[in-house]
């Protein structure tokens, strides 16, 4: 069946380093791929997704590039801040009447000062 | 702009008490709706999803159920509750495209 899987968590960065988190998948068709954040007490949102093989999704200074050949679709930062605190998680979608999402697990990211 | 909102956003209830959650969502018409849960420390689990009225698919067998009395509102139950129960219960819905947007969330506390 479809898949994500995430790198384990927590992680810990000290402010303006460069954040990497790992996200691969497996999936039966051509999924849409995402990245949502999660913030303390709060539900899922959209960060930022990539639609097919090599789109680039970005957004406040997040990217992750769909690559296809890796299955993967690894997040980005180059400087992150304490507000990037948060679990981050990736996704998967294949359309068929319904959204069908498959979620990572989440990785907890915590930015100290 | 549409709007997905949920309550309770809080809720302690002791074992085998019955519950009720609610979600509507705003400013959009025939969504398709998803209940999730996140379990402490996990990732988020499908339990039900809803493309219409009356129309609910259940992704895993539970002690839960749900109903869609109407287009934009998606209610989850349980006659009694389980210690298992406690969770992170998200609403969520589309519009058949690719991207869900999520409520925030109604933390159960089951005692």
């Known amino acids: 069946g479809d898949s994500v899987t995430q790198m384990e968590g927590p992680v810990t960065l000290s402010e303006e380093a460069f954040l990497t988190i790992n996200c691969t998948y497996t999936?039966?068709?051509?999924?849409?791929l995402f990245w949502y954040v999660q913030y303390p007490g709060e539900g899922l949102q959209l960060l930022l997704k990539?639609?097919?093989?090599?789109d680039k999704g970005s957004n406040k200074g997040f990217e992750a590039t769909y690559r296809k050949e890796t299955t993967s679709f690894h997040l980005e930062k180059g400087s992150v801040q304490v507000s990037d605190s948060a679990v981050y998680f990736c996704?998967?979608?294949?359309?068929?009447?319904?959204?069908?999402?498959?979620f990572g697990t989440g990785t907890k990211l915590q930015v100290i000062p | 702009s549409q709007t997905i909102h949920q309550w309770p956003a809080t809720l302690v209830q002791p074992v085998g008490s019955p519950l009720s959650l609610e979600c509507t969502v705003e400013g959009t018409s025939n969504p398709n709706l998803y209940w999730y849960r996140q379990a402490a420390g996990r990732g988020l689990q499908l339990l039900f999803y809803s493309v219409g009225i009356g129309q609910i698919s259940s992704e895993v067998p539970q002690n839960l159920s749900a109903s869609r009395p109407q287009d934009r509102q998606f209610i989850l139950s349980s006659k009694k509750l389980l210690l298992s129960d406690s969770g992170f219960y998200l609403c969520a819905w589309d519009q058949g495209g690719e991207t869900q947007y999520f409520g925030p969330g109604t933390r159960l506390l089951v005692l």
């Open positions: 996704a998967l979608s294949l359309s068929g009447g319904y959204q069908k999402v498959t």
């Open positions: 990539a639609t097919k093989a090599d």
């Open positions: 999936a039966t068709g051509y999924p849409s």
